[in-house]
């Protein structure tokens, strides 16, 4: 059983940075291609980014692509979300999700488990 912990999200200004974390245990990451979601209250759950289980290929979602990098060290079971030149647009709670696939899907109801999100909120 896969537990994922996210940390590190907070509250930046625009055109500032942030690098939420996504820790895991119970199991190895290296099993798994990992995702980053995004929700906002009333909308649907986003898929932002993903990265495959040996961590050598990443997928963004136009909204963040050039922004956020994503990045997967499997020696520590930890995914990071370097995410620049924020805007308000990205305010939301971000969560990581574990699946096992063999490409990037960014789909919430083929996730197999889920951490419990962090807050990140971009305002002036």
């Known amino acids: 059983q896969l537990q994922l912990v996210e940390s590190g999200g907070g509250l930046v200004q625009p055109g500032g940075s942030l690098r939420p974390s996504c820790a895991a245990s119970?199991?190895?990451?290296?099993?798994?291609?990992i995702v980053w979601f995004r929700q906002v209250p009333g909308k649907e759950r986003e898929g932002v980014s993903c990265?495959?289980?040996?961590?050598?290929?990443?997928n963004y979602a136009d909204s963040v692509k050039g922004r956020f990098t994503m990045t997967k060290d499997n020696a520590k079971n930890t995914v990071y979300l370097q995410m620049d030149s924020l805007k308000p647009e990205d305010t939301a709670i971000y969560y990581c999700?574990?699946?096992?696939?063999?490409?990037?899907?960014?789909?919430?109801?083929?996730?197999?488990?889920w951490g419990q999100g962090t807050q990140v909120t971009v305002s002036s």
């Open positions: 999700a574990a699946y096992v696939g063999r490409s990037c899907q960014m789909r919430p109801p083929l996730m197999r488990y």
């Open positions: 119970g199991s190895t990451l290296s099993n798994y291609w």
């Open positions: 990265v495959s289980a040996s961590g050598g290929s990443t």
